[in-house]
């Protein structure tokens, strides 16, 4: 059970733009930003969105990521197939003297 | 380029210890926490904890407390993280990964990671 809510799964077809939610706390996303991972099929995680809207340089401009009380959501548009991977978001919880939280990740698949 | 290189794949017992080394190459490795993170098959990705190589300070998971050790040599820029007492639900992908923050921990983030290593436990 993650402390981070997210949808397992979601899907869209090349073009499309999808969103994907995570839900937390007053003690981690409330109170401190949210970071997104990307994670293609058999590689380590790679860093998608960091404080919240940032985007690293060499990630395009098609992902964006928003923070609104104690939710997020990252967004995807102009949808493509290589975007098809598990994306996590994480952030840190004020809660047992600090800790970092992932939600539970969602599969998007490119249909 | 920055980078994090771990060691290979390893198969212990129920019971033994595992040792998985993280090289850094690229910046200064004194001025980055490392962060240890652990994906069972199939599963999500789970928080360790942290390690400051400049101070050799560490920070970890509750969960994980009394069976992790976090460590670094910083004269050849290689952490390190230790497990003890493994059991079958350790079976996992253990990632590090540097961490930034443009000042507290809490608005940090992990970039980049290591490429993982398996570790397997079983009898």
């Known amino acids: 059970q993650s402390v981070l809510t997210q949808p397992p799964s979601a899907s869209g077809t090349p073009g499309q733009r999808v969103t994907i939610s995570c839900s937390g706390s007053?003690?981690?996303?409330?109170?401190?930003?949210v970071n997104w991972y990307q994670q293609l099929p058999g590689t380590a995680p790679k860093l998608l969105i960091y404080?919240?809207?940032q985007r690293p340089s060499g990630v395009p401009d098609r992902f964006s990521g928003s923070k609104s009380g104690t939710s997020a959501s990252l967004a995807i548009s102009g949808l493509q197939s290589e975007d098809e991977a598990d994306y996590y978001c994480?952030?840190?919880?004020?809660?047992?003297?600090?800790?970092?939280?992932f939600g539970g990740g969602t599969k998007l698949t490119v249909l | 380029q920055v980078q994090l290189v771990q060691s290979g794949a390893e198969v212990k017992k129920p019971g033994a210890s595992v040792k998985v080394s993280c090289k850094a190459s690229?910046?200064?490795?004194?001025?980055?926490?490392i962060n240890w993170v652990r994906q069972a098959t199939g599963q999500g990705l789970e928080w360790m904890g942290w390690?400051?190589?400049?101070?050799?300070?560490?920070g970890y998971a509750q969960k994980f407390q009394g069976r992790v050790t976090m460590t670094r040599n910083t004269s050849i820029s290689t952490a390190y993280m230790e497990l003890s007492s493994l059991r079958s639900e350790d079976t996992a992908v253990y990632y590090c990964?540097?961490?930034?923050?443009?000042?507290?921990?809490?608005?940090?983030?992990?970039?980049?990671w290591g490429q993982g290593t398996l570790v397997t436990v079983s009898s």
């Open positions: 990964a540097r961490f930034s923050t443009p000042g507290y921990y809490n608005v940090g983030w992990f970039d980049p």
């Open positions: 690229g910046y200064t490795f004194t001025s980055y926490d």
């Open positions: 390690m400051n190589p400049n101070s050799g300070n560490t």
């Open positions: 007053s003690s981690n996303i409330g109170s401190n930003t």
């Open positions: 404080s919240n809207n």
């Open positions: 994480a952030a840190w919880d004020d809660s047992l003297n600090g800790v970092v939280v």
